[in-house]
């Protein structure tokens, strides 16, 4: 899998202002790479991964996975790549709170008539340290283990692109390394995996560092270096 992006530009208007949460951003990754999007509040990572996972449209600039530009894609189509390549976990994700864990984890392939991989589903709780949470209910549930659930979920159809918004922001440090040593192991395996975060620990696990400033995006050179 391939991911390239170019000129990618996202505009909004505040208080009559226009100004560009993302600024002509060029982005690049390939099967196999862990990709961190480093960048403080407000600089335009939720913006830019929106665009990359195919659910907001970039103002300009073009998405191409495998040479195909997802947005010259019908929405019906979009929404089904997605939901076959695409594992999105956005900055804040909902669980449905009539269902259980386990009922919220494996919705989505119910709901396009997908098998369910328990086995797959079960090695995934496990690596996430939830697995004892299954039955419950997300009312049930802190922060962090909330977290964890979403990003189950986002994994249970073995995407083979992650992208993931802060996806360690309300987790310790130790859980913080068991999302990111699952991440890593997915990229072993030829996954793609593009997280956005203030978390330093992030690095260490990846191949591909950018970070962004007002809406502009600078591949790392430095000491982190993609080359
Ligand atoms: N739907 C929107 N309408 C107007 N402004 C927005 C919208 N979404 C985000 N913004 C603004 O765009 C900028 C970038 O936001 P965001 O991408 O969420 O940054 P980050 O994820 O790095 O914190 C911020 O100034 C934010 O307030
Ligand atoms: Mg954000």
């Known amino acids: 899998m391939i991911l390239n992006g170019n000129n990618i530009t996202k505009q909004y208007t505040r208080?009559?202002?226009?100004?560009?949460?993302?600024?002509?951003?060029?982005?690049?990754?390939?099967?196999?790479?862990f990709t961190?999007?480093?960048?403080?509040?407000?600089?335009?990572?939720?913006?830019l991964l929106n665009t990359l996972a195919g659910v907001t449209e970039p103002t300009s600039g073009s998405i191409e996975i495998d040479g195909q530009p997802?947005?010259?894609l019908k929405d019906e189509e979009r929404a089904l790549?997605?939901?076959?390549?695409?594992?999105y976990i956005p900055q804040n994700t909902a669980t449905l709170p009539a269902f259980t864990v386990a009922e919220n984890i494996t919705l989505?392939?119910?709901?396009?008539?997908?098998?369910?991989?328990?086995?797959?589903?079960?090695?995934?709780?496990?690596?996430?340290?939830?697995?004892?949470l299954a039955n419950e209910y997300p009312q049930n549930l802190s922060g962090g283990e909330l977290r964890r659930v979403s990003i189950a979920r986002a994994l249970a159809n073995k995407p083979d692109l992650i992208i993931a918004d802060e996806p360690t922001?309300?987790?310790?440090?130790?859980?913080?390394?068991?999302?990111?040593?699952?991440?890593?192991?997915?990229?072993?395996?030829?996954?793609?995996?593009i997280i956005a975060t203030h978390d330093?620990?992030?690095?260490?696990?990846?191949?591909?560092v950018y970070h962004m400033k007002s809406g502009a995006l600078i591949p790392d050179v430095g000491e982190y270096g993609n080359l």
């Open 81 to 87: 790549l997605r939901n076959e390549r695409i594992g």
């Open 15 to 33: 208080r009559g202002e226009k100004f560009n949460a993302v600024n002509n951003a060029d982005f690049f990754a390939w099967s196999g790479d």
């Open 200 to 208: 330093k620990n992030a690095f260490g696990y990846s191949n591909r």
């Open 108 to 132: 989505s392939s119910s709901l396009y008539n997908k098998k369910v991989d328990k086995a797959h589903i079960g090695a995934l709780l496990n690596k996430l340290g939830i697995s004892h």
């Open 36 to 47: 961190v999007i480093f960048g403080e509040s407000g600089s335009g990572k939720s913006t």
């Open 169 to 193: 922001s309300n987790l310790d440090e130790e859980n913080s390394h068991k999302v990111y040593r699952l991440f890593a192991r997915l990229a072993r395996t030829g996954v793609s995996v």
């Open 70 to 72: 997802i947005f010259a």
